[in-house]
T-cell receptor, first 112, second 112 residues
């Protein structure tokens, strides 16, 4: 596609529910990143994939967060047993080289 | 945790005026990038400046980088109402990490 796409754009979950957020990177982009953006703040790094390998997951806030990219293209960020503090915009980005990252529109997660 | 600090946090100017935003960071970098985010949207890459560069121009944008002070500035000349957005600086470290570290952003409002 022309850019990075994410789905759903908006997700409302009850506390304790599991959610899955999808990211379709730009075709051919080797690197894929997930960031979390709280209201009024800049994005914060969660995890990074190079092809299907998860090379860095140091930003994942707890073991309730899990990400995968099994075929080196589409990625899914899963949050188990959601908590109110998980409410944020989740941004996905992809890149070809170690420079400019192209961001998707994000998924706004609200946990009630 | 976020590395960068930006000031001002909010800036309101009249159309046609210039807008200057500043960013400071803490660690050694490979490059520094500026992104723009419209409300409820993803981030759009504006400009990248490498650690061995001091100044860069792109259209109405001018970026400076002072690695001795670990700071950067973004100047938008002849602002337009459509420039209203949040602006973030982001650094790529000089180490092996591939993720960007974002500042807290400057909310720019350009009044028509």
């Amino acid at each position: 596609g022309a850019g990075v796409s994410q789905s759903p754009r908006y997700k409302v979950a009850k506390r304790g529910q599991d959610v899955a957020l999808r990211c379709d990177p730009i075709s051919g982009h080797v690197s894929l990143f997930w960031y979390q953006q709280a209201l009024g703040q800049g994005p914060e790094f969660l995890t990074y994939f190079q092809n299907e390998a998860q090379l860095d997951k140091s930003g994942l806030p707890s073991d309730r967060f899990f990400a995968e990219r099994p075929e080196g293209s589409v990625s899914t960020l899963k949050i188990q047993r959601t908590q109110q503090e998980d409410s944020a915009v989740y941004l996905c980005a992809s890149s070809l080289v170690r420079n400019e990252q192209f961001f998707g529109p994000g998924t706004r997660l609200t946990v009630l | 945790s976020q590395q960068g600090e930006e000031d001002p946090q909010a800036l309101s100017i009249q159309e046609g005026e210039n807008a200057t935003m500043n960013c400071s960071y803490k660690t050694s970098i490979n490059n520094l990038q500026w992104y723009r985010q419209n409300s409820g949207r993803g981030l759009v890459h504006l400009i990248l400046i490498r650690s061995n560069e001091r100044e860069k121009h792109s259209g109405r944008l001018r970026v400076t980088l002072d690695t001795s002070k670990k700071s950067s500035s973004l100047l938008i000349t002849a602002s337009r109402a459509a420039d209203t957005a949040s602006y973030f600086c982001a650094t790529l470290s000089s180490g092996s990490a591939r993720q960007l570290t974002f500042g807290s952003g400057t909310q720019l409002t350009v009044l028509p």
